[in-house]
């Protein structure tokens, strides 16, 4: 199906102005928090602190009001490795979600962003630090690892972490439109076609993801494994659950990941979110596509028992 009307009439109310591209993307930012503003009664929403290597971690926490929580989530926000807090919808909306339709305690993760000379590792070792905490304060409850984007990649890295390290490994792999590979496959002809018109502050170029890289990393040779977790061991991993974007320059990057886990058996499950783009998850709008991949991963965080 063509992209969604709604991201056509937002892509177009983000240009309108004509303004810099720092500028559109602060707009971006307000936009999202304004529009139908998300909250919940049945849930509670709790500030807590990880200690990690490099200070203090906030943290957010969420369970439902009513009843025990019968599993648990770290979710980690995207944003490409520099942008993006608790606030932001993908963080906050989706985390009180999951909580709520999985009768989990949820946790997001303010981790330190790649700005100001803040690299890699130091994003990781904050998500790391913030899953030791939570397997530390509920090691009863089995445990899923999720996140959005670069926070799926930071998610992912950090099971390979627990993995190579013989720590408590999550039970599941949630991730969303995750950013795993550098360089990132093409897209397939026909949606490079669709996406033609799209404008450039709303697509990830190769020399968009190139700088991200940089701006991460430092550098886009020797990458270590863990930097850009495709480019890993992926054996061993437990189930996981693919959301892809249709319209996105990422997707390519998910898809190969799904590829490669099957092929070292790991249980693998994806759904494509049908003409919704890159970063859906941060829009709170009554969108069918939004609703399938919120339930597409509360599905899989149920499961846990």
């Given at each position: 199906?063509?992209?969604?009307?709604?991201?056509?009439?937002?892509?177009?109310e983000m240009?309108s102005?004509?303004?810099?591209?720092?500028a559109?993307?602060?707009?971006?930012?307000?936009?999202?928090?304004?529009?139908?503003?998300?909250?919940h009664?049945?849930?509670?929403?709790?500030d807590?602190v990880?200690?990690?290597p490099?200070?203090?971690?906030?943290?957010?926490?969420?369970?439902?009001?009513?009843g025990?929580?019968?599993?648990?989530?770290?979710?980690?926000h995207?944003?490409?490795?520099?942008?993006?807090?608790?606030?932001?919808?993908?963080?906050?909306v989706?985390?009180?979600e999951?909580?709520?339709?999985?009768?989990?305690?949820?946790?997001?993760?303010?981790?330190?962003?790649?700005?100001?000379?803040v690299?890699?590792?130091?994003?990781?070792?904050?998500?790391?630090?913030?899953?030791?905490?939570?397997?530390?304060?509920h090691?009863?409850?089995?445990a899923?690892?999720?996140?959005?984007?670069?926070?799926?990649?930071?998610?992912?890295?950090?099971?390979?972490?627990?993995?190579?390290?013989?720590?408590?490994t999550?039970?599941a792999?949630?991730?969303?439109?995750?950013?795993?590979?550098?360089?990132?496959?093409?897209?397939?002809?026909?949606?490079?076609?669709?996406?033609?018109?799209?404008?450039?502050?709303?697509r990830?170029?190769?020399?968009?993801?190139?700088?991200?890289?940089v701006n991460?990393?430092?550098?886009?040779?020797?990458?270590?494994?863990?930097?850009?977790?495709?480019?890993?061991?992926?054996?061993?991993?437990?189930?996981?659950?693919?959301?892809?974007?249709?319209?996105?320059?990422?997707?390519?990057?998910g898809?190969?990941?799904?590829?490669?886990?099957?092929?070292?058996?790991?249980?693998?499950?994806?759904?494509?979110?049908?003409g919704?783009?890159?970063?859906?998850?941060?829009?709170?709008a009554?969108?069918?596509?939004i609703?399938e991949?919120?339930?597409f991963?509360?599905?899989?965080?149920?499961?846990?028992?």
């Amino acid at each position: 199906m063509p992209l969604h009307q709604y991201f056509v009439d937002w892509l177009t109310e983000m240009t309108s102005a004509g303004d810099s591209e720092q500028a559109i993307r602060q707009r971006m930012t307000q936009r999202a928090r304004e529009r139908d503003p998300w909250a919940h009664p049945d849930v509670v929403v709790a500030d807590a602190v990880a200690t990690g290597p490099h200070g203090p971690i906030p943290l957010r926490t969420y369970r439902p009001r009513h009843g025990e929580c019968a599993r648990s989530l770290l979710w980690v926000h995207g944003g490409g490795f520099r942008n993006g807090d608790l606030d932001m919808p993908e963080a906050h909306v989706v985390s009180g979600e999951l909580s709520l339709r999985t009768t989990a305690f949820v946790v997001s993760v303010g981790y330190r962003l790649a700005r100001d000379g803040v690299r890699y590792p130091v994003p990781l070792d904050d998500v790391h630090a913030a899953w030791s905490w939570l397997r530390s304060e509920h090691a009863s409850l089995p445990a899923a690892l999720g996140g959005a984007s670069a926070g799926a990649a930071l998610a992912l890295a950090t099971a390979l972490r627990a993995r190579d390290r013989a720590e408590a490994t999550p039970a599941a792999l949630l991730l969303a439109y995750p950013f795993a590979h550098f360089p990132v496959p093409a897209l397939d002809d026909a949606t490079a076609v669709e996406m033609a018109g799209t404008p450039a502050f709303a697509r990830s170029s190769p020399a968009a993801v190139e700088e991200m890289v940089v701006n991460y990393v430092g550098r886009i040779s020797d990458l270590p494994a863990d930097a850009l977790p495709g480019g890993a061991r992926l054996a061993e991993l437990p189930p996981t659950r693919l959301v892809l974007s249709e319209y996105d320059d990422l997707r390519p990057s998910g898809e190969l990941l799904e590829r490669q886990l099957r092929e070292v058996d790991v249980p693998v499950t994806s759904h494509v979110a049908r003409g919704m783009r890159h970063g859906h998850l941060n829009h709170v709008a009554p969108l069918a596509g939004i609703e399938e991949s919120i339930a597409f991963l509360a599905d899989g965080l149920s499961a846990l028992s």
